[in-house]
């Protein structure tokens, strides 16, 4: 059991708190204007979407690019901050009133695992909640025939006709690029208003030579009778905007949902014979997150011992840059190969932090000896 804290593990917990805060905020802000701002101005100007709407929709998306960020700034920070006393000579002094290796890394873990929580929190109440409502903004915007609803998905209207989806994604292969729209329903009225018909499909898809609907029932509404008809297959004759209904479609993105609805689009895609391989890959990366995080942080402090004691600043950002690089990427790719080799995502997801915490705990023993 760890002793109560002391004043120098406050401090250097405060240290290492405040670099990676300074860091995070650096890192979101320019994530803010590089891929944020600069990527919404080509929209500017279709429909009734504006700079103002551009910068509302940018503003609406700092609680998810917080999440997103916050690995990677932790580790810079990490890094940093542990440099900084490096440098100073105040880690060497802080190890002679009695701070040790192992103390020391429970006084960075701490602040950086409340911080953590925060963002887990975050990640499944905040920034899901912003992100649909700038997209459901962006698409209302955008185009006057689309509505964004939170519990029912996009709705879309063509003539007499409405169409309702519960969830979309962009797809592509070697040979093509479409939009699929999964948990469709189509209601189509008559010139005086009355319901006609009501279809439902289990998926339509647009490749830019029209709508295809798989799995249709459509049951038909006549003055004295009902009838209903089913087919594998059905072409809907419809000029409906699918670059429009894409952007919208960003609302479903997997990466950008809770761990709740992407548990659930995983037993609806399995229910129904559906790739849910995407849907796993980010279900299983939001438990990971906090693993992650303290992986990083945790490698990195052998490295306070040693090369950035006589490192300047540079150095360190240089060094925590291409620790949480080379981490990501080598991350990354066993994800992608775990999509491709269908092997179980918790695999490609825990071998990355293990070979980096075998590695900093071997550079940590030697480093003690």
């Not at 940018?58 to 940093?80: D, E, K, N, W």
């Not at 519990?151 to 592509?172: I, K």
């Not at 709508?211 to 009902?226: A, H, K, M, N």
């Not at 918790?346 to 990355?352: G, I, K, Q």
Request: hydrophobic share 45%; net charge neutral.
């Amino acid at each position: 059991m760890m002793p109560f804290p002391r004043l120098h593990d406050l401090y250097a917990a405060r240290v290492v708190t405040v670099t990676v805060m300074l860091t995070w905020a650096v890192l979101v802000g320019m994530d803010l204007v590089v891929s944020g701002l600069f990527s919404e101005i080509d929209d500017i100007g279709q429909g009734n979407y504006g700079f103002f709407q551009a910068l509302t929709y940018v503003l609406y998306s700092v609680p998810r690019r917080a999440y997103t960020m916050f690995p990677t700034a932790a580790v810079i920070g990490t890094l940093m901050g542990l440099g900084q006393l490096a440098a100073t000579s105040e880690l060497t002094a802080l190890r002679a009133l009695g701070l040790s290796r192992k103390r020391l890394s429970a006084s960075v873990a701490v602040p950086l695992l409340l911080l953590t929580v925060v963002m887990i929190l975050n990640g499944e109440t905040l920034a899901p909640w912003a992100q649909r409502s700038a997209d459901g903004m962006k698409a209302s915007a955008k185009s006057k025939d689309l509505i964004v609803a939170q519990y029912s998905g996009l709705w879309a209207r063509e003539g007499d006709t409405f169409l309702n989806a519960r969830t979309g994604q962009e797809r592509s292969d070697e040979d093509r690029h479409w939009l699929e729209l999964s948990d469709v329903r189509l209601f189509e009225f008559d010139d005086d208003g009355r319901l006609a018909s009501v279809a439902s499909a289990a998926t339509a898809e647009h490749d830019g030579g029209g709508w295809l609907l798989r799995d249709v029932r459509r049951v038909w509404f006549e003055e004295r009778s009902v009838t209903e008809t089913s087919v594998d297959q059905e072409r809907w004759a419809s000029q409906l905007d699918s670059a429009a209904l894409a952007t919208a479609g960003n609302l479903w993105r997997p990466r950008y949902q809770r761990a709740a609805d992407l548990r659930s689009g995983i037993e609806y895609r399995r229910r129904n014979g559906l790739d849910a391989s995407e849907y796993e890959e980010h279900y299983w990366g939001r438990w990971f997150y906090p693993i992650n995080v303290l992986a990083l942080c945790l490698a990195a402090i052998p490295f306070a011992f040693g090369s950035l004691r006589s490192g300047g600043l540079g150095r360190r950002l240089f060094i925590g840059v291409v620790f949480a690089l080379g981490f990501w990427l080598l991350q990354n790719q066993f994800v992608r190969l775990a999509g491709v080799y269908q092997f179980d995502f918790r695999l490609a997801y825990l071998v990355p932090p293990a070979v980096m915490l075998t590695v900093s705990f071997l550079l940590f023993r030697r480093r003690s000896g």
